[in-house]
């Protein structure tokens, strides 16, 4: 079996209003290894887009520096790493793992909602 270019672990993602706080994501584990296309299928409201967003969030916070630790390998620090490098004319240590994040957020949100309209009987 390949190593997986992604590995995503038991996510889960909580909002807090004054009253509770209601669980979006609950254990959703996934990999992703070369070559291969991960869709998200399911009804609106079943937490495809909050996936997307709760990537979107752990690149940003490791980013910034306070997400993932440096050991763990994350696209955010990546992006962080290779900003370093940005003017030094190798630009590509920050564009890949960019182009990376953005087709994958795009490949979870736009490729689950077609699959979601092609096989949905109600939606022909």
Do not use: C, H
Not at 3 to 10: F, Q, W
Not at 48 to 75: N, Q, R, W
Not at 106 to 124: E, F, T, Y
């Amino acid at each position: 079996m390949t190593e997986p270019v992604l590995s995503v672990r038991n996510l889960q993602v909580e909002f807090a209003n004054r009253r509770e706080t209601l669980r979006a994501i609950d254990g959703v584990s996934f990999d992703i290894a070369k070559g291969e296309v991960l869709g998200v299928v399911g009804e609106s409201g079943a937490g495809k887009s909050v996936t997307g967003l709760a990537i979107i969030t752990e690149a940003t916070l490791s980013f910034l520096g306070s997400g993932m630790p440096d050991t763990m390998p994350s696209l955010g620090t990546l992006i962080r790493i290779g900003n370093n490098y940005l003017f030094s004319g190798e630009w590509w240590i920050v564009a890949f793992p960019g182009l990376a994040l953005a087709a994958l957020i795009l490949s979870i949100n736009l490729l689950g909602d077609w699959l979601r309209d092609a096989l949905n009987p109600k939606l022909r």
